[in-house]
């Protein structure tokens, strides 16, 4: 029987550019085999000494979206910027990439949809947002199918260095009676090749699932967890949130964005997906994500691609040389000295936000932790579970966490 979670502390966030909905249909895509790479718990060094890149995280999570699962798709809407905050707190800062892939079954309406990594956190969350849990009710599920994508059809870095994980979430069994279909153990000996681990997170407490779940996680080196119908999840609003969710709106609008008539059309999406997030998501949701921009591992997703006052500052363009038709629309109808006093304007209001926000999000953090204090703490929460599981496997790649999660 399929159930409902209250609440998730699931997500949180890639191909360089995202399109705003980068969703395939599961029946495309060749059987791909990598070549083989070093243990998955072989330790690695956690930055490249000949390019100071930082490490890197790639998460995919696997979620059934049939109509039992309305609740677990409505908490991961609220909460997966409380992964994504939870993940950035590693040390050495890293870069965070988060994929989906939503899967039901044969007959209904699709079988897997496919959004690939990336680090536009904003337009893996608007993916989020569509989704509907419609469908279902009759036991096992396409399971083997929505594993196999996860594993072929999104595009994982290549080599060691990477904390490359894929967190399944469900409450029925896969169906392994379809011809004609990889079954989960060959696509799992593919993710072990590659150094993907597979957890798995059951929802309720089919005895069929639950079989299938803990094989799944044990022939990949994952874990298992199992959630109440209930759910277990930390969910916390603060009397801070309003104000760091307004805040974070007035900081994404002095973004300014240059380049090609094809770079501005990708900047239009990535604008479109944040506006949206503004527009539907909750206030909590919201200061959730002001959180994540302004640690060091949100910085990217806050900025996106060919940011204007940030490549300015950083030296990378010279306004003074760039061709009109690259400036943003703003910039073009004047003179060049304004030019430079709108972006000295918008780097001081920019500089300005990010102190509030910063500041705003602390007592946030203080608020949380007290109220989880006085509430009898959360070890037994999913949202420690999936920490410490992160925690633990991302150790084999020289990151290393703080005692607790982020909500």
Known sequence: MKTQLAGIALFAATVSAVAFYPSLQSHAGAHLVAPPIEPIDKLVPPVDPATNARPQIEVVFVLDTTSSMSGFIDAAKEKIWSIANTMASAQPTPEIKIGLVAFRDRGDAYVTQ?????????????????????????GPESVNQALYDAVHRVTWSQGSQAYKAVFLVGDAPPHMDYANEVQYPETLKVANTNGIRVNTIQSGQDHNTAREWQRIASLSQGDFFNVA????????????????ATLSRELDDTRLYFGSAVEKAQQKLKKAASDKLHAAASIATRARRAAFNSSDSGERNFLGNNELIDAVEAGRVDLDSMAEAELPAALQAVAPEERKTIIASHAKKRSELQAQIKELAGKRDDFIADRVEADGGAE?????????????????KGLSYEDAPKY
Do not use: W
């Open 114 to 138: 496919v959004t690939d990594l990336s680090d536009d956190l904003d337009s893996i969350y608007a993916k989020l947002m569509d989704f509907k849990a419609v469908g279902g009710g009759d």
């Open 229 to 244: 119908e209930n759910g277990s999840a930390v969910a916390v609003t603060t009397p801070f949130d309003e104000n760091i």
């Open 380 to 396: 037994d929460s999913l949202d420690n579970k999936l920490y410490r599981s992160i925690r633990s496997q991302a150790a084999a």
